[in-house]
């Protein structure tokens, strides 16, 4: 019996395990709700205003974009930062890390493994942050709509602000989409990251149907 | 040392200026190394852009005291850089909070922000954090030997640690500069100050696309904004230093601008022509030549 609960994919590291006080007593340790937060996110309050109007602004013309490709569609964003794109002039610049970046482009496919690795990603990514579906995939699974191994609804597991069609979008469609995207940021209905977290159960639900092997916090700070 | 209301506006007016400076030429120089490749660059405006979004992002993070403390420590390294360096050779108005000893502070306010910065990062608990300020730190103690060699020449050059002192003694015609007056201090601080604006080929600290982003990996909305503006200051101000040391100091608002720009834009320019060197490399490099000049300096300016 004990043998069946056990979770098969749970990393060595996040087993529950003993440790030796320095007084001797023996400690239970369980690193999934030791070590990280099982804290719930709180949707952040939505103002309005032209104090909000400025800032709203200020973030459609500074796009930080989290340097991580996806799928296919990935090859589509280098061409973006050379002379013939060049899309610093839009104020959109590449940021290595999640934390510094507000924008999340999931490029293409998203196979189960990127799933979870994208999941990760945009949940440490500060509020409000937007997602571009770039491609086909990322709407109905395009040509891999059969695939064993991949996704076809990108917004049944992450909110998506904006979706550019194509298969593959050109550099010139990907510039087009993030101007749509400031248009809806400047609009003010930039907020899918509150959405995102009204219905995390919805979500939840649905990447754990996909991810097998969940050996992470529900919710990755 | 005047400590009256009048001279703290005056030192916030002149903070408000290289700040602001500073932003526009982080954005001047991003153009300038656009247009080597081709590209047009990001607007001008960008950086307050930047810094105003950067505000406006949530954070519900919290990873300790240090955590929070680290970048106003930064802060804390630039701000102390520019109070106690005067701006205008012979102003009173515009001279901060200098006294005699002013350029042993600098040099110790040079590494405190490092210091507090790294205390902060390494709270976050990234090991990409931990690793950058491993880096950071030995690139920065290699460049402390040069720098620190061409101040001695210079002090023992001019018999003061004073800033003033040192800016007076080069008025009078561009010949009085000190790289004119003592070439090899000035090469060899000159090459120290690659170092100590880390830009390309020494950036591999806080370069995007090495470890990500190095130290700050874990900063993010408003602890980012602190950072940046840091940076901003600490530009203009690493520029002011090795302008007032070896360029002879600025006279106007108008030729401090013009001769920080210039200084800031000889890493730029060293920058885009070189590739970034690895750590150990630039460890070594700034403990070979720079060191071997900076000794002789200052035995020449010992014994000649």
Known sequence: ?221 | MDYSIEKFLWSLLGLFIVLNWGFLMASTMRRVGARLAGRIGVPMYQPWIDLVKMISLKTYLSHGVMYYIGPVFRLVGGIGMFLFMPILVGSEIWSNYSFSGDLILLLYFQSFGMLGMAMGASDSGSPHAAIGISRGLSQFAAVEVPMTLAVIAIAIQHQTFSFESIMQAQQGGILNWTIFTNPLASIAGMLAMLGAMSHSPFNLVKAPNEIPIGPPTEYHSSFLSVLRTNSAIIHVVEAALFMNLFFGGADTWFMYIIKTFFVYFISVFVGTVFPRFKIEDSVRWFLKWPTLIGIIAVLVAAYW
Not at chain 1, 24 to 34: A, R, W
Not at chain 1, 73 to 89: A, H
Not at chain 1, 200 to 215: H, S, T
């Open chain 1, 1 to 221: 019996m004990e043998e069946e609960k056990k979770d098969k994919f749970l990393a060595p590291e996040n087993e529950i395990r003993q440790v030796a006080a320095p007084d001797g007593s023996i400690i239970e340790v369980n690193p999934l709700e030791d070590y990280f937060t099982q804290d719930r996110p709180k949707p952040y309050k939505v103002r309005k205003g032209p104090v909000e109007d400025f800032l709203n602004w200020a973030r459609a013309e500074s796009l930080w974009v989290l340097g991580f490709g996806t799928g296919c569609g990935s090859i589509e964003i280098p061409p973006l930062v050379t002379p013939r794109f060049d899309m610093f002039r839009f104020g959109i610049q590449m940021r290595a890390t999640p934390r510094q970046s507000n924008v999340f482009v999931i490029s293409g496919y998203l196979s189960v493994k990127t799933l979870k690795r994208a999941i990760r990603a945009y949940e440490q990514m500060p509020s409000p942050k937007y997602i571009v579906g770039l491609g086909s995939c990322t709407i109905n699974g395009g040509m891999y709509y059969d695939s064993y191994n991949t996704i076809n609804r990108l917004d049944h597991y992450l909110p998506v602000d904006a979706y550019i069609a194509g298969c593959m979008p050109r550099p010139e469609a990907l510039l087009h989409g993030f101007e749509g995207l400031k248009k809806i940021i400047k609009a003010g209905k930039g907020h899918k990251a509150n959405e995102y977290i009204e219905n995390l159960d919805w979500y939840k639900a649905n990447q754990k149907k996909i991810i097998k092997d969940w050996n992470m916090p529900d919710y990755n700070w």
